[in-house]
């Protein structure tokens, strides 16, 4: 069955460090890969995408990922964090042919990033 | 434009009202969700409209009832709701085929509260 796993429910980073957001994903082709964010009482806003080609992937706010096919992984990353980056970040993945439609989400990591 | 619009933004309403919520997209997009998301948890897919016709119905209460009379507009008609039903609703939108069908853009989401 296919299904999205965020290992980490908190995350607390200093503000100016690094970050890394962990997804792994089960299914037996490659998907379709996101990771959006969310603030407090807000909608989702969509960070990146993963569709194919290049497995390092650019997105706003200083954002990137890397798919790792041999991991199952989609990781997000940030060289450095700022105070605005706190948020809950939700990976999402597309199963196409996978028999559901739209987009499976992970439980969520929330980042709380310390002065 | 990526914008996906909802109102109102915040909602009361008792356990026998009437009301419905609204979503708005003008980036041509053929399929539109609504999705449900209480509190510290991903969104849950209620509805997807494709082509202005329903596809998929998570099984949802009656007493949620979509409606989709433009390409451009979705609606959720709620009646009779109950205080579990209190939730962020999240309305999106995506292109209704290929790839960038998974790709999904989100409204700021209506918070709704029963009592």
């Known amino acids: 069955a296919q299904s999205v796993t965020q290992p980490d429910i908190h995350i607390t980073v200093s503000e100016g460090a690094s970050l890394e957001l962990r997804c792994n994903y089960s299914?037996?082709?490659?998907?379709?890969l996101f990771w959006y964010v969310q603030s407090p009482g807000q909608g989702l806003q969509l960070l990146l995408k993963?569709?194919?080609?290049?497995?390092l992937v650019q997105g706003i706010k200083g954002f990137e990922a890397e798919f790792k096919r041999s991991q199952s992984s989609f990781n997000l990353r940030k060289p450095s964090v700022h105070w605005s980056d706190a948020a809950e970040y939700f990976c999402a993945v597309g199963f196409p042919g996978g028999g559901a439609d739209g987009l499976t989400f992970g439980k969520g990591t929330h980042l709380i990033i310390q002065p | 434009d990526t914008e996906v619009t909802q109102t109102p933004k915040h909602l009361v309403m008792g356990m026998t009202n009437k009301k419905s919520l609204k979503c708005e997209q003008h980036m041509g997009h053929r399929a539109m969700y609504w999705y449900k998301q209480k509190a510290k948890k991903p969104p849950e897919l209620m509805f997807v409209y494709s082509y202005e016709k329903l596809s998929i119905n998570e099984s949802v209460p009656s007493r949620f009832s979509p409606e989709c009379p433009n390409s451009s507009l979705l609606n959720l008609h709620l009646h009779a709701l109950q205080p579990e039903d209190s939730a962020l609703y999240l309305c999106?939108?995506?292109?209704?085929?290929?790839?960038?069908?998974?790709?999904?853009?989100f409204g700021p989401g209506t918070r709704l509260t029963v009592t």
């Open positions: 999106a939108s995506s292109p209704p085929t290929g790839t960038e069908h998974y790709e999904q853009y």
């Open positions: 299914y037996g082709a490659t998907p379709y």
């Open positions: 993963y569709f194919s080609g290049d497995t």
